[in-house]
């Protein structure tokens, strides 16, 4: 994940920013740089690699100014390389970024057609010379970016210096964090109150959608309409703890809204944005076209990710998957073929009936490949090749950034696995991957639904049961929905796949259970749709999670409808996880319980 730091300082900016920027470095990066402005011109210094590597640039050519932008880049579009790490500079501008900006190329292609010269591989070049161009025309600092910002999809933080303006800083967010921090006589931008903590604990978070422009003396907040907003400041406890709340009641709500970037992040991780292809980070530990099947293994909320993963493994490699609970399969004494690949997902690696599972296929011969968050666990030691979730810390015992980035590596693995095998054409291939790269822009999307479903939450908090039904790729995340609202609400929910319905379920509808639908317009909305029609026959309570085609398609009365973003639907999981978390934490908040330390859970299952 990159870092974004900006000072508006009373002194030589550049030491403070470095110092700051390594408070972000746990978080990954790969270069460099810092731009501050000297007799009002702007004035940068990038290196490749770390931050010691920028601190020796500056030794060698030292920066004045006291006002400036930093950044640590984790690569996306371009290689870590000294001309592609940020800030990126144009026309009287200088900007740092953060996440990805999905619509780059449609831009770059438009700026080149006007004559732009580009000297950089990233998606962030694209932003600068839109400011830029802005500038030229005229426009004010604020009125550039302001008229630039509605340009721009996907999920993103951006910091803004500009030349001439030696008391002005610009912020920017979209699915990606940004706080402001406030000092005496000094002003702060950061993508991480820990950024900011030795300077100040004064905190304002932007919302999503907002930009801000800072003077040393003020901060004005204005929301996605350019209207002049008010927005809070809190005291945070950054400096106390390295992994902080930021504005967030509880850690599981900060990891919900996390997920844009840092599913963009693991996205970035496993394609090559700029050819539009899927580009493992590491070599397959298996000949693809050799196998005749694949076998996932995992437990709770990392299984179901599996599960998705076998619809996208069938559908895009056409390679049968054989898929179960690790506490099963460590004892079902399973024949496996050698050199066969068993796919083994969980967040800690250290899961005792995962990595039991794990030891077994390599027993038999098999190859292992481990989706694990934290890259120094067992799992990732023991394995034969680690395919890493980029999520961060999870703190909150309910997984939720964690899965969705599981499903993120998950969907690039099984492309790859498709190309391999002839399965996929580089036309298909380039399509999944363009839905992939809009996924973090739809999250945040389905972000801003929350205070809507907070309210159905409120309901649902009355119920003593609930039925999730999702069909194909819903019914695992029918299954994800029933585990969330069970372990944190302790509601009792079960998750079905809809065509079952009438074999047993159907008995349970009357006008008190809650039924909540999982119903994206993809192959199987039709028949989505008569099992919501079968429900409303029989008085049921329906609560559809959709997009407009399908609630119109429903044609029943709904009780409550949750509005989907229009999309693609091959990675709706990824998308559709957000408000099904979003249900089960408000309902738990809405019961008072112990969100982020349900009763009788650990985070880390290490005894069977
Ligand atoms: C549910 C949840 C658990 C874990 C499971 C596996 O929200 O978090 O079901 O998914 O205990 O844990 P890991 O992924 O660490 O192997």
Same mark, same amino acid.
């Given at each position: 994940?990159?870092?974004?730091?900006?000072?508006?300082?009373?002194?030589?900016?550049?030491?403070?920013?470095?110092?700051?920027?390594?408070?972000?470095?746990?978080?990954?990066?790969?270069?460099?740089?810092?731009?501050?402005?000297?007799?009002?011109?702007?004035?940068?210094?990038?290196?490749?690699?770390?931050?010691?590597?920028?601190?020796?640039?500056?030794?060698?050519?030292?920066?004045?100014?006291?006002?400036?932008?930093?950044?640590?880049?984790?690569?996306?579009?371009?290689?870590?390389?000294?001309?592609?790490?940020?800030?990126?500079?144009?026309?009287?501008?200088?900007?740092?970024?953060?996440?990805?900006?999905?619509?780059?190329?449609?831009?770059?292609?438009?700026?080149?057609?006007?004559?732009?010269?580009?000297?950089?591989?990233?998606?962030?070049?694209?932003?600068?010379?839109?400011?830029?161009?802005?500038?030229?025309?005229?426009?004010?600092?604020?009125?550039?970016?302001?008229?630039?910002?509605?340009?721009?999809?996907?999920?993103?933080?951006?910091?803004?210096?500009?030349?001439?303006?030696?008391?002005?800083?610009?912020?920017?967010?979209?699915?990606?964090?940004?706080?402001?921090?406030?000092?005496?006589?000094?002003?702060?931008?950061?993508?991480?109150?820990?950024?900011?903590?030795?300077?100040?604990?004064?905190?304002?978070?932007?919302?999503?959608?907002?930009?801000?422009?800072?003077?040393?003396?003020?901060?004005?907040?204005?929301?996605?309409?350019?209207?002049?907003?008010?927005?809070?400041?809190?005291?945070?406890?950054?400096?106390?703890?390295?992994?902080?709340?930021?504005?967030?009641?509880?850690?599981?709500?900060?990891?919900?809204?996390?997920?844009?970037?840092?599913?963009?992040?693991?996205?970035?991780?496993?394609?090559?944005?700029?050819?539009?292809?899927?580009?493992?980070?590491?070599?397959?530990?298996?000949?693809?076209?050799?196998?005749?099947?694949?076998?996932?293994?995992?437990?709770?909320?990392?299984?179901?990710?599996?599960?998705?993963?076998?619809?996208?493994?069938?559908?895009?490699?056409? +390679?049968?998957?054989?898929? =179960? &609970?690790?506490?099963?399969? /460590?004892?079902?004494?399973? #024949? %496996?073929?050698?050199? !066969?690949?068993?796919?083994?997902?969980?967040?800690?690696?250290?899961?005792?009936?995962?990595?039991?599972?794990?030891?077994?296929?390599?027993?038999?011969?098999?190859?292992?490949?481990?989706?694990?968050?934290?890259?120094?666990?067992?799992?990732?030691?023991?394995?034969?090749?680690?395919?890493?979730?980029?999520?961060?810390?999870?703190?909150?015992?309910?997984?939720?950034?964690?899965?969705?980035?599981?499903?993120?590596?998950?969907?690039?693995?099984?492309?790859?696995?498709?190309?391999?095998?002839?399965?996929?054409?580089?036309?298909?291939?380039?399509?999944?991957?363009?839905?992939?790269?809009?996924?973090?822009?739809?999250?945040?999307?389905?972000?801003?639904?929350?205070?809507?479903?907070?309210?159905?939450?409120?309901? +649902?908090?009355?119920?003593? =049961? &609930?039925?999730?039904?999702? /069909?194909?790729?819903?019914? #695992? %995340?029918?299954?994800? !929905?029933?585990?969330?609202?069970?372990?944190?609400?302790?509601?009792?929910?079960?998750?079905?796949?809809?065509?079952?319905?009438?074999?047993?379920?159907?008995?349970?509808?009357?006008?008190?259970?809650?039924?909540?639908?999982?119903?994206?317009?993809?192959?199987?909305?039709?028949?989505?749709?008569?099992?919501?029609?079968?429900?409303?026959?029989?008085?049921?309570?329906?609560?559809?999670?959709?997009?407009?085609?399908?609630?119109?398609?429903?044609?029943?009365?709904?009780?409550?409808?949750?509005?989907?973003?229009?999309?693609?639907?091959?990675?709706?999981?990824?998308?559709?996880?957000?408000?099904?978390?979003?249900?089960?934490?408000?309902?738990?908040?809405?019961?008072?319980?112990?969100?982020?330390?349900?009763?009788? +859970?650990?985070?880390?299952?290490? &005894?069977?």
């Amino acid at each position: 994940m990159c870092g974004i730091v900006g000072i508006l300082g009373q002194g030589p900016v550049a030491g403070q920013i470095v110092d700051s920027l390594k408070r972000l470095e746990y978080r990954g990066y790969d270069s460099a740089g810092v731009a501050t402005l000297e007799g009002g011109l702007l004035t940068r210094r990038r290196a490749q690699g770390k931050l010691k590597n920028l601190a020796a640039r500056l030794a060698e050519e030292p920066l004045a100014g006291s006002i400036g932008i930093g950044h640590t880049r984790w690569a996306t579009h371009g290689k870590p390389t000294e001309v592609n790490a940020h800030p990126h500079a144009s026309d009287g501008v200088a900007v740092v970024h953060n996440g990805i900006i999905e619509n780059f190329r449609e831009l770059r292609a438009e700026l080149i057609a006007r004559g732009v010269a580009f000297t950089t591989e990233t998606d962030t070049e694209v932003v600068a010379h839109l400011v830029g161009e802005q500038l030229q025309y005229g426009k004010t600092p604020k009125e550039a970016v302001a008229a630039m910002l509605p340009r721009l999809r996907g999920a993103f933080a951006l910091a803004f210096l500009f030349e001439g303006e030696e008391d002005l800083l610009i912020g920017a967010r979209q699915g990606a964090p940004l706080a402001v921090g406030y000092g005496e006589g000094e002003m702060y931008l950061g993508s991480d109150a820990l950024a900011l903590a030795p300077f100040t604990n004064l905190i304002t978070y932007l919302e999503d959608g907002d930009w801000v422009a800072l003077t040393r003396e003020s901060a004005e907040f204005y929301d996605a309409q350019n209207r002049l907003a008010n927005r809070a400041r809190v005291r945070t406890e950054a400096s106390a703890f390295l992994v902080d709340r930021g504005n967030h009641r509880h850690f599981m709500s900060k990891e919900i809204h996390e997920q844009p970037e840092v599913v963009g992040r693991t996205i970035a991780h496993y394609l090559d944005m700029s050819a539009g292809r899927v580009s493992l980070p590491f070599e397959l530990p298996v000949d693809p076209a050799a196998l005749d099947r694949v076998t996932i293994v995992a437990c709770g909320t990392a299984y179901l990710a599996g599960l998705c993963a076998k619809y996208w493994i069938e559908r895009f490699a056409r +390679l049968p998957v054989e898929i =179960d &609970v690790a506490s099963e399969f /460590r004892y079902r004494e399973t #024949p %496996m073929r050698p050199n !066969g690949l068993t796919i083994v997902i969980s967040q800690s690696g250290e899961t005792a009936d995962t990595l039991a599972s794990m030891r077994y296929a390599k027993g038999e011969g098999q190859k292992t490949l481990a989706v694990v968050n934290v890259t120094t666990s067992t799992i990732a030691r023991e394995c034969d090749v680690v395919a890493p979730t980029l999520a961060g810390p999870e703190i909150g015992v309910a997984s939720t950034k964690a899965f969705t980035c599981q499903l993120a590596a998950l969907a690039a693995v099984a492309i790859a696995l498709g190309r391999a095998r002839g399965a996929l054409t580089a036309e298909v291939e380039a399509r999944l991957v363009s839905e992939l790269i809009a996924i973090p822009g739809l999250m945040a999307e389905a972000i801003k639904g929350e205070a809507a479903v907070a309210q159905i939450a409120h309901q +649902l908090s009355r119920s003593s =049961d &609930v039925l999730y039904l999702g /069909r194909g790729v819903s019914y #695992p %995340m029918a299954l994800e !929905g029933a585990l969330k609202l069970k372990e944190i609400s302790y509601i009792h929910a079960e998750g079905y796949p809809a065509g079952e319905l009438k074999h047993g379920p159907i008995a349970l509808i009357d006008e008190k259970m809650p039924v909540i639908v999982l119903s994206p317009s993809d192959q199987w909305l039709e028949k989505t749709v008569s099992n919501v029609q079968e429900v409303a026959a029989r008085g049921g309570r329906i609560i559809l999670i959709g997009d407009a085609r399908a609630a119109a398609e429903a044609d029943v009365h709904l009780e409550k409808f949750i509005q989907m973003p229009d999309m693609a639907a091959d990675f709706a999981p990824l998308v559709y996880a957000v408000p099904i978390q979003m249900l089960a934490y408000h309902t738990a908040v809405a019961m008072g319980k112990d969100v982020d330390q349900p009763r009788n +859970l650990a985070k880390s299952v290490t &005894v069977e």
